[in-house]
């Protein structure tokens, strides 16, 4: 049997028949995407008012997407060429002559090609399911809203159906992409994959960067006015940056989290085959299960994904009562129990009977279970029914200071917890490998990867349900703030109900995402060791090079220990960078937010303020750090690796991992304990003697740890998941450069010397204030 030629890569009949299968999934999962579509869009949009809010907010967010795409062509197409030529620097791998033999075809051409329009093929689907995804959260919140009037079940099922959408569509693109590598390089596909996961990677940087900026900048600003100056409700029509806060939503939760879960969802892949075929490398006679196993535990994770989220709006009437889902979160939550039991069930007959390595389904099993206690886990520390935050609740009493301090020792804490869940996890995996070449140990953590993201549909629908119940309680406060009757009461409620959970869905999200991120560079950090150990055995053995084989990092080496150093402090640098936009950018916003309800009819709400101005701010800002933090991340580990040599380049990736994934977790779970402190201050019943509810002094005091709070978890942690990974892959991808050219010379000394000027640069503009016209 030889289907599409896979017989040419070494695999047998069942295994050609689980690739097209997995392509079939994909294909599947697209399919499943347009079907909720159609579901969504066919429900009604609301009134004429409720419309003409949802138009702002489509016309703002596809303006901001706009111009962010015309800002980062210029770098994709430089890169483009980059990674076209990357393939002439160095040896072509013993896979790649394999597959591609010198003597029948031009093998370095067919790789630079296909390198070079991997990375495009990534970039392009992670733009389309940022943007394609935003674009239907966008469409998704009016008619939320507008079914909010009829009943709870029918607004959360448009709103989580939206944001499965999303979902389907970052598992669908991941799969297609990395199976049509695979069945068209086979062996040689890890260095084609560099290129897709690359691709994928940086344009979650750019989407991440840009988004989390414009959201909170406005978000900061209309809090700031509107609730603590003004005492006015949030999403008051008369405060100007109200729209431009319901846009944000869409382009930084949505679009900017759909792209960042998608590229770890590549990234994993990429660790896989890389580690597996290595596998393969030492040991041919164990066939291709440590190629294609990984493949087919995603095929099954989408299967498994569309089963778990489609039964989301059943769980509220189940008959059997104690399955039956109280709230929103608790449906979520019963879905993606569903998914994890069935893709671990098939994981197992799968190891079992194709494989005949049970180690493999209950690693796979470890990285589902990783992703589902990250849920408690998460919520733990950020739901408005946990101890931590009633702690925070109950600082607010004595002021903004206790407020802010409160929240900072939650985060630290989340962090540690959540270090300690995933060290726990590779401990296992080493110990299932106890005895075994440690090839085998980091393979193992690669499949924990693909475990914890075969659930990506799940991930994606619950985090993208949060900016949509955002906005589509925003849509309802623009368009009934003048209406008492008891089915707008009823629904405003809804609305609120479905915030809040939203609220927990998408801190619990960001915690999955961190993870995953932290899981993902680990797995890059392996493939590095292990590609950098080919290309050096490749040297030694057919151009007579005399040099050492790194099998390890050691951190007693000084260079190395310089490294780590210097890796560990990229993350508190990147994050101080995009917490200073934030802060200018916000501050430009109080000034117009304030000029504006100076102006006569504007606090009266006879006049409609300018929201576009407010608009533009947000987008001008937002745009300009665009290059320089991507810039930063990009030539800092390259500099690292030209001067301080490859092994160092470990040191500085393995001190990205420790301090990006401490940090990141930190500021996204004090961040939304902090938010929803203020939101469980606002449900209460408004007496200022009492100081309760809204325009209490402590609720005043929880807006202010709310603000401080936004861009820790929207905009610095967030953005800190793929610049891990764009460090680690560019390191990936450069390390065979550094590797061939170890004396630098005159003309190395002289690229240092610009990649440094870059980064040089880069801080500058960085640091400069935006030009607001």
Same mark, same amino acid.
């Given at each position: ?13 069942? %295994? ?9 999934? !994909? ?24 419309? %003409? ?63 070079? @329009? ?98 909170? /900048? ?15 409700? %949030? ?92 709230? !929103? ?25 194709? #494989? ?16 589902? !206690? ?34 900072? &020792? ?9 270090? +300690? +869940? ?23 953590? #690669? ?6 993201? &075969? ?5 994606? $629908? ?37 915030? /809040? ?7 619990? =999200? ?9 899981? /993902? ?15 050096? =055995? ?34 508190? @640098?990147? &994050?101080?960078?995009?917490?200073? $936009? ?10 117009? +937010? ?69 940090? $990141? ?41 709310? =603000? ?23 390191? @990936? @991808? #450069? ?39």
């Amino acid at each position: 049997m030889d289907i599409l030629g896979l017989a040419r890569h070494g695999l047998n009949n069942f %295994e050609q028949i689980a690739i097209i299968a997995v392509l079939v999934i !994909a294909f599947i999962s697209l399919l499943y995407a347009w079907l909720l579509r159609g579901t969504v869009l066919k429900k009604d949009t609301g009134t004429q008012k409720m419309q %003409e809010v949802w138009n702002a907010i489509r016309v703002g967010a596809n303006s901001y997407l706009a111009r962010q795409l015309k800002s980062i062509l210029p770098a994709i197409g430089i890169l483009f060429v980059a990674l076209f030529l990357s393939v002439y620097i160095v040896p072509i791998s013993q896979e790649a002559l394999i597959e591609f033999p010198p003597e029948k075809y031009n093998t370095q051409l067919i790789m630079s090609i296909g390198r070079a @329009l991997a990375f495009v093929m990534g970039a392009a689907f992670s733009l389309i399911v940022g943007q394609l995804g935003m674009r239907m959260a966008i469409q998704a919140s009016v008619r939320s809203a507008s079914a909010a009037r009829r009943s709870f079940n029918e607004s959360l099922t448009i709103a989580y159906y939206a944001g499965t959408i999303t979902g389907m569509l970052t598992d669908g693109l991941g799969l297609l992409g990395g199976t049509l590598i695979f069945i068209i390089f086979g062996k040689a596909s890890p260095d084609t994959l560099l290129g897709f996961g690359f691709g994928g990677t940086l344009l979650a940087l750019f989407m991440r960067i840009g988004g989390g900026i414009y959201t909170k /900048a406005a978000d900061v600003g209309a809090d700031l006015v509107g609730k603590v100056e003004k005492d006015i409700p %949030e999403d008051d029509p008369r405060n100007a940056a109200v729209v431009a806060d319901l846009v944000g939503d869409n382009v930084g939760d949505c679009a900017g989290m759909a792209a960042d879960i998608f590229e770890s969802y590549e990234v994993t892949i990429v660790s896989a085959l890389i580690l597996g075929i290595a596998l393969w490398s030492k040991d041919p006679t164990t066939g291709m299960k440590w190629i294609v196993y990984p493949l087919i535990i995603r095929g099954i994770g989408v299967l498994s994904s569309i089963m778990g989220t489609f039964t989301v709006p059943i769980w509220e009437k189940f008959p059997i009562k104690f399955l039956r889902a109280h709230d !929103a979160e608790e449906a979520m939550f019963r879905s993606y129990e569903v998914s994890s039991v069935n893709t671990v069930l098939w994981s197992f007959i799968v190891a079992i009977f194709y #494989a005949h390595d049970w180690r493999l389904a209950m690693l796979t099993t470890i990285g589902v279970g990783l992703a589902v !206690a990250f849920n408690p886990l998460t919520s733990f520390f950020t739901s408005t029914k946990s101890a931590p935050v009633k702690e925070i609740v109950e600082s607010t009493k004595f002021g903004p200071a206790t407020t802010i301090l409160s929240g900072l &020792s939650l985060g630290m804490e989340s962090s540690v917890w959540a270090l +300690v +869940v995933i060290a726990i996890s590779f401990i296992i995996a080493t110990a299932l490998y106890s005895g075994f070449d440690t090839l085998y140990v980091l393979y193992g953590v #690669a499949m924990i990867g693909i475990g914890m993201l &075969s659930h990506t549909g799940n991930n994606v $629908a619950m985090d993208s349900y949060g900016p949509i119940s955002d906005n589509a309680n925003g849509i309802a406060e623009m368009s009934w703030h003048d209406q008492t009757d008891e089915e707008t009461k009823k629904a405003r409620q809804i609305m609120a109900d479905l915030d /809040a959970v939203g609220n927990t869905t998408k801190a619990i =999200t960001k915690g999955v995402a961190i993870a995953s991120a932290v899981i /993902a560079a680990v797995c890059l950090f392996s493939s590095f060791i292990t590609d950098v150990s080919r290309v050096q =055995t490749d040297l030694v053995t057919n151009y007579g090079w005399d040099i050492d084989i790194l099998s390890s990092i050691r951190v007693s080496d000084t260079k190395v220990f310089v490294g780590f150093l210097l890796g560990g402090a990229l993350p508190w @640098l990147f &994050s101080s960078l995009s917490i200073r $936009a934030v802060t200018r950018a916000a501050g430009k916003i109080v000034e117009e +937010v304030r000029r504006q309800f100076k102006l006569p009819g504007i606090m009266e709400g006879t006049k409609q303020p300018d929201y576009a101005q407010v608009v533009g701010i947000s987008t001008v800002s937002a745009q300009k750090e665009l290059i320089p933090l991507a810039a930063i991340s990009v030539l800092l580990p390259v500099i690292v690796g030209l001067v301080l040599q490859v092994e160092a380049l470990g040191g500085f990736l393995a001190g990205v991992i420790l301090s990006g994934q401490m940090l $990141a977790v930190f500021m996204s779970n004090a961040g939304g304990a902090w938010d929803n402190a203020k939101k469980t201050i606002e449900d209460e019943p408004r007496d200022l003697v009492e100081n309760t509810g809204k325009g209490s002094d402590r609720h005043k005091a929880g807006v202010v740890g709310d =603000t401080v709070g936004d861009p820790l978890k929207d905009t610095a942690g967030p953005a800190l998941n793929p610049m891990i990974k764009v460090v680690n892959m560019i390191s @990936l @991808l #450069a390390a065979p450069v550094i590797v061939k050219y170890q004396e630098l010379g005159v003309v190395g000394w002289i690229v240092v010397a610009v990649l440094f000027a870059g980064v040089i640069w880069a801080l500058s503009v960085s640091k400069k204030p935006a030009h607001i016209e």
